[in-house]
């Protein structure tokens, strides 16, 4: 038996699962465990004027035209 860790990295989400996969046919695979971690967009981060890593709303982010990332 061999463990695998897939990923799914997404725009707004990450998704995950963790397979126990057959390496003979006396073994049987199976998903251990799997879920989505969804990314919170209330406050994004950005690199400020000094270099600097600062939150803040995006609408107001995006008038004052600062690129913006949740995963900064």
């Keep these: 038996m061999k463990f695998i860790l897939g990923l799914d990295p997404g725009i707004a989400s990450i998704g995950w699962a963790l397979i126990l996969e057959a390496e003979n046919d006396n073994e049987k ?12 967009f209330d406050n994004f981060a950005y690199m400020n004027a000094k270099g600097k890593i600062s939150e803040g709303k995006p609408i107001e982010m995006f008038r004052k035209g600062l690129t913006v990332s949740p995963n900064l």
């Design 29 to 40: 695979s199976r998903i251990i465990d799997s879920n989505v971690v969804k990314v919170d």
